[in-house]
């Protein structure tokens, strides 16, 4: 995206769960108006209205969250609202403007705030009527707007949980767009192949006058052509050029009545009336009329110069021509055309396909738009435009087929991207929580451990709970990979030395009928990125390719291949990717020779617990953590597949771009820690769960500390001034009334130097980045009572 959204400038806030419930409800009539997608809208104005009552969305919004979630979060309407080609805006009711997508910034060339914008003629004073009306109906319109000579239609929209703001939506007009397309054309490689074939070319407007002509019709109409004559034909009356005989022959005024008669063909492209018309002139060698008069030839000469698709269809309902862009985008087979237009759409389209056609080719002359479904494609409704033809020989309707794969493809990974960053969201916030309370089951399975010996019948039974609780630990890292809120340690690597260094495991990992391939090109650029999460990604790729080529062939196994090389941005260019930015970058390529990700299975690989594999074989988890690491160390992912031929994960990281990149060194041993982890001394505990409390004042009991708690950070600035100094401060960092960083933040003003210790179940990078505060320790939950102890003691050990 070009832009970011403006930051809204809200009153006020007198409740916390009125702007819970207000903003869920300004976002989901956001996502309704541009998405038209009622049970995203109504998912979002749920979740915020649950999350208004009660008092979790009291202690959410009491304290600041991690960097990575705001309160109001409109990035998600945003980005719905970047699938939509129209420009869309939003309004409080100050004025200010507080939010626009992209189409809105290009096409009024800023961000200007309506209804004071570029608009021609009286433009502005019509919107802001509309506006008004909006204010008052509810809803109101504006028609026929120009704004830097585009025509544009508006829809406004009163919204908000106090109809407090509203919603602006400009929508480009169909005939000007189809127009200006025209208008471009004539005067580029294309109005010069028409002129090759005979054919002078010019786009009128509604009133006849000259938009654009490709340069053989200005070479005939004025007796030469420079850039000042094609200036010059704009705006002037078409038929000033034209002469008529008594026969009705028409020619060229410059040339006279000894001339070439010319045959003129008016060509429908759009619905609207005010979109003009495309003329034709062709040459009479025969000296027939005008207007009217047979010119198959021609006719068919011009739909196949055309860069869109077009088609002709005689009086019958049958197929004469389609041009090449008319059969690519309905999928046509060259070696089997259809007869009939309606063998192109789905069986219920066909009646409603062939009476249209059947209406137009018997009379009807303006033109009309179709939503229909094509064979090959029945699950995305593409644009249909049928218009009658007049004067082109056996031609009686013209179609016209917009080619919407690419733009269909955009809307895809748009929704696919914004839902990935829902669930991720999501799944860090349930990481979170569920870090909570596996720190309460291993801190009571540790401290039970220590009043039995392993001989013991509870003994195994209390650590298989351990053991089972450090695997749950670790599906909670998985998710927040895939939320990209983990922790990295992220270092100026070489590609290849990372994928040599796990290319022994993988050997022992794909077993004897899986043969392991690995190729490493020249002259790779380093990269910045966590050595052990790379490992990770490559081992999930790996594993992944592995059991799908066993399941397709158990005996013959297959190959994996991993290779790596350096791609430069002229490759990058030249894929011309809408994901992909141009720069450098060192990829990594992990392909297998299996049979493939079936088509519907390929754009759900990459969500959490998404699984193909049998019931308890799999969590869905390995493809969604690799997702989620490629992300956070700032790389792209992509997977390609075809039926039958295996499948192709590619990984683009960027060049690291310091000037020399220090090399890697073997991370230092780090110094034997002391056995002794008991301590004295007295530690203020401040957490706001009451199970990881009470365990967490327990383990440090135990170890000889004087523990006192709290339970927010209001209670525990309490405790410090009633009971003086501690020696250690152990805070959770999240809490309601008053959260950490703000607690430690006084006690400091108090206290100059006091050590402090935070734990928490969000990753440590993303807090930091919201903690400014210096000289502090970071304990991530869920942690064990040995790890509690031995934090408590590092804390204290440095002051």
Known sequence: MASLPIAPKLAPIRAAAFVAGGAALAAAILIFFVAGNSVVAGGFLAAGLIVGGGAIVWRLLAAPAPASVSAVDWSMARALAEASSDAVAVTDRAGRLVCANDRYQALFDGLPTPPGLPLDADGVTVLGSAGRAAWRDGSGQARNLVARGTALSAEIVRSGDEGDMLVWRFAIAAAHDAAATVARLLETDTGERLGQSGIMAALLSPDGRIRAANRVLRLRAVGHDDSADAQALVG??????????????VRFEREGLGGMPLRILQVPFAADDDAGVLVALVDDEDDTPAIGASASAHVRSLVSLMPFGMALVDRDGRFLQMNEAFMRAASVDAAAPPLYPGDLVVREDKGAV???????????THSTDMAVRLKDHPEE???????????????????SLKDNSEESRLKREVAQATKMQAVGQLAGGVAHDFNNILTAIIGHCDLMLMRHSPGDSDYDDIQQIRTNSNRAAGLTRQLLAFSRQQTLRPQVLQLPDVVSEVSNLLKRLMG?????DVAHGRDLGPIRA???????????????????????????????????????AHEVRRMASDILPVADYTGLFVSDTGTGIPPEVLPKIFEPFFTTKEVGKGTGLGLSTVYGIVKQSGGYIFADSKPGEGAVFSIFFPVHAASAAAPIRAPARAAAKPAEIWGT?????????????AVAERALTRQGYQVLTAENGEVALDVLTRSGRPDLLISDVVMPTMDGPTMVRHAREKYPGLPVLFMSGYAEEQLRKSIDIDDVAFLPKPFSVQQLAEAARDALARH
């Open 512 to 516: 004897e009928t899986v043969r392991l």
């Open 381 to 399: 409704p593409v644009a249909l435009t049928i218009a009658g033809a007049r004067g082109l020989g056996d031609a009686a309707v013209l179609l």
């Open 681 to 693: 001394g007295t530690i203020l505990l401040v957490e706001d769960e009451e199970m990881v409390r």
């Open 354 to 364: 062939a009476d249209a056609i059947r209406r137009f080719a018997t009379g009807a």
């Open 530 to 568: 966590d050595p052990g999460q790379l490992e990770q990604v490559v081992v999930n790729l790996a594993v992944n390719a592995r059991d799908a080529m066993i399941s397709a062939n158990p005996r013959g196994g297959g190959t994996l291949k991993i290779q790596t090389r350096s791609v430069s």
């Open 236 to 249: 002037r009356d078409f038929t000033r050029f034209l002469i008529t005989d008594s026969r009705g022959l």
